[in-house]
T-cell receptor, first 116, second 115 residues
Framework: AQSVTQLDSQVPVFEEAPVELRCNYS??????LFWYVQYPNQGLQLLLK??????LVKGINGFEAEFNKSQTSFHLRKPSVHISDTAEYFC??????????????FGKGTKLSVKP | DTGVSQDPRHKITKRGQNVTFRCDPI?????LYWYRQTLGQGPEFLTY????????KSRLLSDRFSAERPKGSFSTLEIQRTEQGDSAMYLC?????????????FGPGTRLTVT
C-alpha cells in the first residue's frame, strides 16, 4: 500500500522569504508524484508533477519540487513567497500501472501562511 | 473546456435523509473519480469510473453509498440514511486513463452538512 506523509501541518513564513514544504512517501511500486494547492472554499489545482525523467520539476506560480528516490521524498520549494501563496498544499502519489494512472493518495496537507 | 462542475455546492440535510450529488467531468475525459475530504485531512479516494464501468471502490464506501455513471458522462453519488459522520466535502475529478499528463482535474466540491 502507498502512503504520504507531510511533515509539517502549518508553515508560517514572511513575504519574500524562501519556503520548503516537506513530503515523504512509501510505496513498493513505481509511482507518480504530485503537488496540489487548495485555496479556501475551492477545489484542488495542480501545481506540478513528477512522472519520469529529470528529478527537478518546475510548476506554476514559481514553485518547484525535487524527487529523491533514495529518500522517498518530493519536497516543494519556492525561493520567494507572496501573500497570495497563502493556501493549503497537498502532496499526492498514484501508482504507475504500466503507464496508466491509479487513484490519488493524499497527505494531510500543509497550511502555508505568508505574513507581510 | 469548462472544467469539472459539481452540483450542488452546498447541501444541509437532516440525519437519516438521502442526498444525491452530481458531477460533470471535462467532456473528453474517460475517467471520473470521487474523493471525500474532512476537516484537517487530505482528500480520500472513494471510487472511480472508466467510461461507465465502476472499476474500484474504497473500503470507505459503505453500503449506504452508491455511485453511477450511466452513459460514461456525468456521475452521481448518493448517500442513503445520512449520518453526522458523513459531513464532509465531496470532490469529483476527471482525467484521461492514459496520457494527458496524468493530471486529475478537480471540481469545486459539494460541502455536505448533516445535522
Amino acid at each position: 500500500a502507498q502512503s504520504v506523509t507531510q511533515l509539517d501541518s502549518q508553515v508560517p513564513v514572511f513575504e519574500e522569504a524562501p519556503v520548503e514544504l516537506r513530503c515523504n512517501y512509501s510505496s513498493s511500486v513505481s509511482v507518480y508524484l504530485f503537488w496540489y494547492v487548495q485555496y479556501p472554499n475551492q477545489g484542488l489545482q495542480l501545481l506540478l508533477k513528477y512522472l519520469s525523467g529529470s528529478t527537478l520539476v518546475k510548476g506554476i506560480n514559481g514553485f518547484e519540487a525535487e524527487f529523491n528516490k533514495s529518500q522517498t521524498s518530493f519536497h516543494l520549494r519556492k525561493p520567494s513567497v507572496h501573500i497570495s501563496d497563502t493556501a493549503e498544499y497537498f502532496c499526492a502519489v498514484s501508482m504507475n500501472y504500466g503507464g496508466s494512472q491509479g487513484n490519488l493518495i493524499f497527505g494531510k496537507g500543509t497550511k502555508l501562511s505568508v505574513k507581510p | 473546456d469548462t472544467g469539472v462542475s459539481q452540483d450542488p455546492r452546498h447541501k444541509i440535510t437532516k440525519r437519516g435523509q438521502n442526498v444525491t450529488f452530481r458531477c460533470d467531468p471535462i467532456s473528453e475525459h474517460n475517467r471520473l473519480y470521487w474523493y471525500r475530504q474532512t476537516l484537517g485531512q487530505g482528500p480520500e479516494f472513494l471510487t472511480y469510473f472508466q467510461n461507465e464501468a465502476q472499476l474500484e471502490k474504497s473500503r470507505l464506501l459503505s453500503d449506504r453509498f452508491s455511485a453511477e455513471r450511466p452513459k460514461g458522462s456525468f456521475s452521481t453519488l448518493e448517500i442513503q440514511r445520512t449520518e453526522q459522520g458523513d459531513s464532509a466535502m465531496y470532490l469529483c475529478a476527471s482525467s484521461l486513463a492514459r496520457g494527458g499528463g496524468y493530471e486529475q482535474y478537480f471540481g469545486p466540491g459539494t460541502r455536505l452538512t448533516v445535522t
